[in-house]
């Protein structure tokens, strides 16, 4: 049987599924030519939690099922969902997404929920966060936030240089003001990324709770679901009981993602330090088996004896073939 990965699904076969997952209650609809909605109902007929995702259509379409990031919490807990979904990198600049929230706000759809959760990973959070504001006092999980690209407000970002054009404001504009209007905010950031961490400080107040994932590098929102812990967060910071303790025990799973070791890796590599790349490539070495660890793990060790420094305790050279190893 062959391994080889199935092709991704055709966009014409992924607006099938989106309008299959609005079923007879939901709705799917379009947005001006660069955004989808899809709308589905909760389990309850008044109150319950309704939570609003914002994503691209390519991440959507790549996921298991090719349905938002949503629809698991929404299935287990029977929340309400409403997903806004990107064809691009638009970062829901758009007055057809910004009118379509002032009318939940007009209608009191928001009214008819016991809470309101808006959530979204890199542009998504920035969505989410924006247009947070038509929902006074709902909840908020971000992950890998941006507060805006406004060239006069964060001229430091370097980054994302075709969107820089874009309007952000006057309405919906500076997420890390729009949250304000939250009654809780979560916000994950990796420390260690420069420009992240520099938008993360903008969302700032006592109504936010700041999670420091590590060494999580680009794609924050990808780590989080490849260790299968995003839908466990999510239902956390709806509760209203996530804290730090809480994101740093579910964190931990972290050690056992390839991608996530691999990273760390190459993270110590450039620090140009033998004995800490010891052992992060032993503890490597010992968890996953990795061709790419031994020769990091051999190349320290062998710097470590041309230097006449002791090797960490319980380290050796090791075989790099798993045939050379007897396996």
């Known amino acids: 049987m062959s391994d080889a990965p199935s092709p991704p699904m055709s966009r014409e076969a992924h607006r099938h599924v989106l309008m299959a997952a609005a079923g007879r209650g939901g709705e ?48 287990r807990e029977g929340w309400a969902t409403i997903d806004v979904m990107a064809d691009g990198r638009t970062w829901f600049r758009d007055d057809y997404v910004h009118d379509f929230f002032d009318g939940l706000t007009d209608e009191g759809v928001f009214d008819d929920y016991d809470q309101v959760v808006f959530a979204g990973g ?21 992950v890998q936030p941006y ?15 075709s969107s820089w054009s874009l309007p952000f404001g006057p309405r919906y504009g500076n997420a890390a003001r729009m949250a304000d209007a939250a009654r809780r905010v979560f916000v994950v950031t990796d420390p ?41 967060l999510l239902a956390a910071a709806g509760r209203g009981d996530l804290t730090p303790a809480r994101f740093a025990a579910l964190w931990r799973a972290r050690r056992d993602d390839p991608e ?7 993270h110590v590599e450039k620090l140009d330090r033998p004995w800490l790349q010891a052992i992060a490539a ?12 031994r020769r990091r793990l051999n190349a320290a060790l062998a710097r470590l004896d041309e230097e006449d420094r002791d090797a960490p305790a319980g380290l050796e050279p090791q075989p790099v073939s798993a045939r050379l190893a007897g396996a």
């Open 147 to 161: 507060a805006t690209l406004d060239r006069d407000l964060t001229s430091w970002e370097r980054r994302f240089r």
């Open 192 to 232: 260690t990324q420069s420009a992240d961490a520099m938008h993360a400080a903008l969302f700032s107040g006592a109504h936010v709770t700041h999670l420091r994932a590590h060494h999580a590098g680009h794609d924050i929102q990808g780590r989080l679901e490849a260790i299968d812990i995003l839908d466990t």
């Open 28 to 75: 799917l609809c379009s947005r001006g030519d660069s955004h989808i909605i899809l709308c589905r109902p909760g389990a309850r007929e008044t109150g319950g939690t309704l939570i609003v995702t914002f994503d691209t259509l390519d991440a959507v379409r790549a996921r298991p099922g090719g349905l938002p990031l949503s629809t698991g919490l929404a299935q």
């Open 122 to 142: 890199g542009m998504g959070a920035y969505g989410a966060a924006a247009h947070s504001v038509a929902a006074p006092g709902a909840t908020l999980f971000l």
């Open 260 to 266: 996530w070791l691999a990273g760390l890796l190459r």
């Open 282 to 293: 032993g503890y490597i070495t010992d968890r996953t088996g990795s061709a790419v660890a």
